[in-house]
């Protein structure tokens, strides 16, 4: 693998892969979220990432759940991670705290523009 796919990487299973989706800047909003959680929260959100790639489903819906149109959202106590399906890959597009019943205003949007920028810069490749 080269240096951006190695950075790019968060796990790969028997089923496919996880991956942080990156923006038209060359930026991985969902890295530098993951990276800004503790240490345990990592593992739990890493857990959960691992199962998936494994797996290529979560059945529980208090891990892993439809948000709106192509976007998904892992799902760990508070911490959301936005995503979204390309093939056999998973892409967290940014993460963020919920801390109220609804998606906070604006990361839905946030999530489909990082998708349509990321697949934009893959578009006639892999990911």
């Known amino acids: 693998m080269d240096g951006l796919a190695d950075r790019r990487m968060v796990c790969k299973g028997t089923w496919g892969v996880v991956e942080y989706a990156m923006r038209s800047n060359g930026s991985l909003p969902a890295k530098e979220?993951?990276?800004?959680?503790?240490?345990?929260d990592q593992a739990r959100a890493l857990a959960l990432f691992q199962r998936?790639?494994?797996a290529g489903r979560i059945?529980?819906?208090?891990?892993?759940?439809?948000?709106?149109?192509?976007i998904w959202e892992f799902k760990y106590q508070q911490?959301?991670?936005?995503?979204?399906?390309?093939?056999?890959?998973?892409l967290?597009?940014?993460g963020f705290r919920k801390k109220s019943p609804k998606w906070p205003k604006g990361h839905l949007e946030r999530a489909l523009v990082i998708m349509r920028e990321h697949l934009a810069s893959v578009e006639g490749g892999a990911t």
Request: with cysteine; aromatic share 16%; proline share 5%.
């Open 52 to 54: 998936m790639a494994d």
């Open 92 to 94: 967290l597009t940014h």
């Open 33 to 40: 979220f993951y990276d800004s959680c503790m240490p345990k």
């Open 79 to 90: 911490l959301r991670f936005p995503c979204f399906q390309h093939g056999r890959c998973w």
């Open 59 to 70: 059945v529980d819906d208090r891990k892993f759940k439809h948000i709106k149109d192509q």
